[in-house]
């Protein structure tokens, strides 16, 4: 068996990111962990579980967005509060428990509920429709705020004191508090009249005391049932831990003496500023990481020699024809997170310049930002730096300034926005952009991953700096150290289609190396080189 433990946390809380559905995502939900169990998922080729340690109690709607509803799992939060149920409950707010004379008042985000003309309650719904949370008031302070679990009950409620959170109850699913976690130590307290724990293995039930009644932190009581649970577990069971700093120090202590591969993704756990898990990571049976990049990046950061090391992307390959030509327009996606200041603007200059013989070119700023203002923020530096170069500044307007006043409209009409900004939090988002997208010029010192993978699927040549296993100088694009020669590239590519069918064949020649079969093949050789023994072997 083959269990992942996944690192998805809300900042700071060993609980999961659900919002509020009007909430607007201020970070992706996809990471290494999401992918690999996709890729396991549509494959069917190895036994796996998740392995769960944060307090989700919306996971089965997460699971549904992943396009792995079926996935199996251990939830350490489950085990803990005794939960049996493993079905999601469509279950409405109507059917909670309301004093007589209740008044709803639907608003445009959330239901108030109002008492004797006094604010009662505010029910907060998730991205499904579903309720998540439900906040009571008293004397217009909020005094409870109660957490639903999408199985149909109330999962944990924060007790409010001059409205500030006083402490945290954990429930069984028949509303009984089975853990107390207080709000200005973080101590935790176990109700002795529910002080044990339900634990799940092989479709067995097993029901252990705690410990003792009081603990330090909520990270003692986790540590406590993972390594319960670990004990009913094979010795042949490899574990692949998704490296994060809220769990590595546990997963050191807990997975001693356990076969385990530890998952690198992008910049969520940097090696050279957490020297403490250098034996850790050194007691690793295999390190996998996304990118040959990120792999010679942690090979310099980490002075222990490291034996077992590849890298495998947790994006999969695939044929996806885009629609760019089909579009009267052509659109150039341009990645600008972490882009140098004075390259943003060398690049803007040269852009604004080429549409002076390419009237059918859009840039599209890309960006992973969603912050209020953000896009607003790109277009006028974007503005700027067409003024000092003495284009027309107003290619960079933000389009929605082209509903002006009835009078201004001959003066504003004649000068079309050129540039744009893409705004993608989810990978989902990034595919939708991409679909439309003629070429894709990322001037970064580190180019995006999953830009790079939808770019071969899409068969969107690509121009960087450097030349990585996703971009062949020549073939399925350029790389270019030099901004002078940008102009020149982007003639080729978009004066015509000869270059750019070229690129196109040769994206997908590339792209058959990391289709699901070769990933999959890829961890059969991690898995295999770990114990051939281990029960992870690939299904004939």
Request: charged share 30%; aromatic share 12%.
């Amino acid at each position: 068996m083959l269990h992942f433990i996944p690192a998805w946390y809300q900042q700071g809380k060993w609980c999961e990111n659900e919002q509020s559905w009007y909430a607007r995502r201020m970070q992706t939900e996809f990471d290494d962990t999401v992918k690999q169990i996709q890729l396991f998922h549509r494959s069917k080729a190895f036994p796996y579980q998740i392995l769960l340690l944060s307090f989700t109690p919306n996971f089965r709607h997460f699971l549904h967005r992943q396009g792995v509803f079926h996935a199996p799992y251990w939830s350490c939060f489950d085990a803990i509060q005794g939960i049996r149920k493993r079905k999601p409950v469509v279950f409405s707010f109507h059917d909670l428990n309301w004093p007589d004379g209740i008044e709803f008042v639907y608003t445009l985000f959330v239901i108030t509920a109002w008492l004797s003309g006094k604010k009662y309650a505010q029910i907060e719904f998730g991205e499904d429709g579903n309720p998540i949370r439900v906040e009571l008031y008293q004397d217009g302070e909020i005094s409870r705020r109660n957490i639903y679990d999408d199985r149909g009950f109330v999962s944990a409620t924060v007790i409010y004191k001059e409205g500030k959170p006083l402490y945290e109850d954990y429930l069984t699913e028949d509303g009984i508090w089975k853990l107390r976690c207080f709000e200005a130590d973080g101590h935790v307290q176990i109700n002795p009249k529910q002080a044990e724990y339900l634990l799940w293995y092989q479709e067995k039930e097993q029901i252990k005391k705690f410990s003792r009644l009081t603990y330090g932190r909520i990270r003692e009581v986790i540590y406590e049932v993972l390594v319960s649970y670990l004990s009913l577990t094979d010795e042949e069971d490899v574990f692949c831990a998704a490296m994060h700093e809220r769990h590595a120090a546990l997963l050191e202590e807990a997975l001693k003496g356990k076969r385990k591969i530890l998952s690198f993704f992008s910049d969520r756990y940097l090696v050279g500023k957490h020297p403490e898990a250098f034996e850790f990571v050194g007691q690793a049976d295999y390190i996998v990481v996304d990118s040959k990049d990120h792999l010679e990046k942690i090979r310099m950061e980490k002075e222990l020699s490291i034996g077992n090391m590849t890298d495998i992307t947790p994006y999969d390959s695939r044929v996806d024809l885009g629609i760019s030509q089909q579009l009267t327009v052509q659109k150039i996606l341009v990645p600008v997170d972490g882009l140098d200041d004075a390259v943003f603007d060398e690049m803007i200059k040269v852009f604004g310049n080429y549409f002076s013989v390419n009237k059918d070119a859009q840039v599209h700023l890309f960006t992973r930002k969603a912050d209020f203002g953000w896009d607003n923020e790109l277009l006028e530096r974007a503005g700027n730096a067409l003024m000092q170069a003495g284009l027309t500044e107003g290619w960079a307007r933000k389009e929605a300034a082209k509903n002006v006043a009835e009078n201004d409209l001959e003066e504003e009409e004649h000068v079309l926005v050129k540039f744009f900004v893409e705004q993608c939090v989810s990978e989902l988002e990034v595919s939708k952009c991409m679909r439309e997208q003629r070429l894709i010029v990322d001037m970064r010192e580190a180019s995006d991953l999953y830009l790079q993978i939808t770019a071969i699927s899409m068969g969107i040549p690509q121009v960087a700096r450097t030349e990585t296993e996703f971009l062949e100088n020549g073939k399925n694009g350029m790389v270019l150290d030099d901004l002078s020669k940008l102009q020149d590239v982007l003639a080729y590519y978009l004066d015509g289609l000869a270059n750019w069918n070229r690129a196109m064949v040769c994206s997908y020649e590339i792209g058959k190396k990391y289709t699901t079969d070769k990933l999959v093949e890829k961890w059969k050789e991690v898995l295999d080189s770990i114990g051939k023994d281990s029960g992870t072997a690939v299904r004939k």
